[in-house]
């Protein structure tokens, strides 16, 4: 395994920034090793090398993810050592992965958890919540102009990643009950209920000091900040009520009114002001890291169905191929938001640039364990080339011969965390143990199962 994970890591220092196609001949023994790998090595591998991205690759002050890593060393600003929020959250999980599959000891995580949660305590937050980027000396830095105070979409990102922590290691000894008791106060100082903008029934993603709520973006309709809602109604200091829920982020029932897409129903309406009928891949990906959608049912949808009809609507998709993208099929499919060739952008079927981004594929095992592992194959066999130190490159385009060795913290982090909630249930079981959590599922009206 580790000759194959090194095989892999020299292969990326082969690779330039605009194509693969000429590197055949230098891949060809690792496509071949890799070849004979089983299933297990195969997920093995893109764990451990995804893991790392939070590990190796972590901000060394504070512990948590940097937002992006460029291996060309090219990067915008000072965006090297950006510390990314949501992505943080991502990486807490991925950092578990790396404990239960053996690449690190339970107190080597110990020591980086206690890292993290110390420099979030004391770095810039608004009301409890931390902004969407932080410098290493935990100031906030801005993400745009006017949105430099709290980001509480993020904010929900890290909370879950917290919280899985702390189920993790609230029965330990008593250095790990001590981390949980920090995890369990700092989500108790989130003022959930502060970002319904005094008082409004529904939740707001930013707030300024600066600016306050000018950036106006109220949060509804289904998109990929369902878990906002939850852990918002859940707070045991600051909760939202059920009508916030119902009339800010279902639209006073409007999210329901659900389409049929590759003759598949899309469960909700994923765009309030939009007509298209599913997402980036993305939104089946970030609430779900710890909430278990198998089971999941409120008023409005079935939420495994939610999921598993979007992964194959953009797997069926790739298969129809109706724009005739080169190499879409069976074994290369996967819309979301990720780098693009000019910039960063949002890709879904009805917005398709002819670029895959691995973590669309990868992250959606859980839901289509076959098709994701056929990509997972034709990718370390068929296209290894596209793969680096940290796993799969965040994007690239076999019609446009372009990639860059370049990775994003809210791609990579969803891949292990999604692969071992296929593989053992393990986020799921630990998140939705949290009783803060229940109580808040429970208000807003939600059916859930409890894994064994």
Not at 148 to 153: M, S
Not at 232 to 238: C, I, K, L
Not at 273 to 283: E, L, R, S
């Amino acid at each position: 395994m580790r000759l194959f994970i090194l095989a892999m890591a020299i292969t990326s220092l082969l690779v330039g920034c605009g194509g693969h196609s000429s590197k055949k001949e230098k891949v060809a023994e690792t496509s071949a090793t890799n070849a004979d790998m089983t299933n297990e090595q195969l997920l093995d591998s893109v764990q451990r090398q995804t893991f790392d991205y939070f590990w190796g690759g972590a901000e060394p002050v504070s512990g948590l993810a940097r937002e992006r890593i460029h291996m060309d060393n090219i990067y915008p600003a000072h965006d090297k050592d950006i510390i990314t929020i949501g992505g943080s959250g991502f990486g807490l999980m991925a950092i578990l992965v790396g404990v239960e599959r053996d690449f690190i000891t339970r107190e080597q995580a110990l020591e980086r958890y206690e890292k993290a949660i110390d420099f979030l305590a004391k770095a810039d937050r608004f009301y409890g919540a931390w902004p969407h980027w932080l410098t290493p000396d935990g100031k906030m830095t801005p993400f745009s102009q006017k949105d430099n105070g709290g980001d509480l979409v993020e904010t929900a990102f890290l909370v879950q990643g917290m919280l899985t922590v702390k189920e993790y290691f609230k029965d330990g000894n008593e250095r790990e009950k001590k981390l949980a008791q920090k995890i369990q106060k700092l989500w108790e100082e989130v003022e959930w209920d502060w970002y319904t903008k005094g008082g409004e029934n529904v939740l707001y993603w930013h707030w300024s000091p600066e600016y306050e709520w000018e950036m106006n973006f109220p949060v509804g309709g289904y998109n990929e900040a369902l878990i906002m809602y939850i852990l918002a109604a859940a707070s045991p200091t600051h909760s939202i009520n059920k009508e916030v829920y119902e009339e800010g982020w279902a639209l006073g029932g409007e999210i329901a009114k659900d389409t049929v897409y590759y003759g598949l129903e899309t469960e909700l309406n994923h765009y309030e002001h939009d007509k298209a009928p599913v997402g980036p891949m993305f939104w089946a990906h970030y609430s779900y890291l710890g909430l278990d959608p198998n089971g999941l049912t409120d008023q409005y949808a079935d939420y495994w169905k939610l999921n598993v009809n979007h992964t194959l609507i953009q797997y069926k998709h790739a298969v129809e191929n109706p724009s005739n993208f080169e190499g879409y099929g069976e074994n290369l499919w996967g819309l979301t938001s990720s780098y693009s060739i000019k910039g960063y952008a949002g890709h879904r079927p009805d917005q398709d640039l002819g670029v895959i981004s691995p973590t669309a594929a990868l992250s959606s095992m859980p839901y289509a364990p076959e098709e994701s592992q056929q990509f997972l194959r034709h990718l370390y066999t068929e296209q290894d080339s596209l793969i680096g130190k940290y796993g799969p490159y965040d994007a690239f385009s076999l019609e446009h011969d372009w990639y860059l060795p370049r990775y994003l913290a809210i791609d990579q982090g969803p891949i292990p965390v999604m692969i071992e909630n296929y593989r053992s249930g393990l986020f799921w079981k630990l998140f939705m143990e949290n009783e803060d959590l229940k109580r808040g599922l429970d208000k807003l009206g939600f059916s859930y199962k409890m894994r064994k």
